[in-house]
Nanobody
Framework: QVQLVESGGGSVQAGGSLRLSCAASGNQFETNLIGWFREVPGKEREGVAAILTRDGSTCYAASVKGRFAISRDNAKNTFYLHMNNLEPEDTAMYYC??????????????????WGQGTQVTVSS
């Protein structure tokens, strides 16, 4: 089964940037869909970005579109979330996730069945 390891979280001031990394290993079939989710206490885990590895198509939540970008390095089997112009509202635990569906890019949690351990992002005003 696939294993996911996130890195790159940290603290930054509003307007700053961070890049999260997700290193994937194991069964490549389980990484047809890669997504980045975030969670804050008391709220549901939210899918913010995803990439369909079959064709590289991406999809984003409205709250991050234009500020975040998901990308991949095939040689390293690593996926990234580039976060620019960060806002205090982006503060959350961020998780990388993998799923097997390959018909469309989706941020819906039900399509993902493998999760990383999470990395904290804190944005101060």
């Amino acid at each position: 089964q696939v294993q996911l390891v996130e890195s790159g979280g940290g603290s930054v001031q509003a307007g700053g940037s961070l890049r999260l990394s997700c290193a994937a290993s194991g069964n490549q079939f389980e990484t047809n869909l890669i997504g980045w989710f975030r969670e804050v206490p008391g709220k549901e885990r939210e899918g913010v970005a995803a990439i369909l590895t079959r064709d590289g198509s991406t999809c984003y939540a409205a709250s991050v579109k234009g500020r975040f970008a998901i990308s991949r390095d095939n040689a390293k089997n690593t996926f990234y979330l580039h976060m620019n112009n960060l806002e205090p509202e982006d503060t959350a635990m961020y998780y990388c996730a993998a799923g097997t569906p390959d018909f469309t890019c989706s941020r819906a949690r039900r399509y993902y069945n493998r999760w990383g351990q999470g990395t904290q992002v804190t944005v101060s005003s």
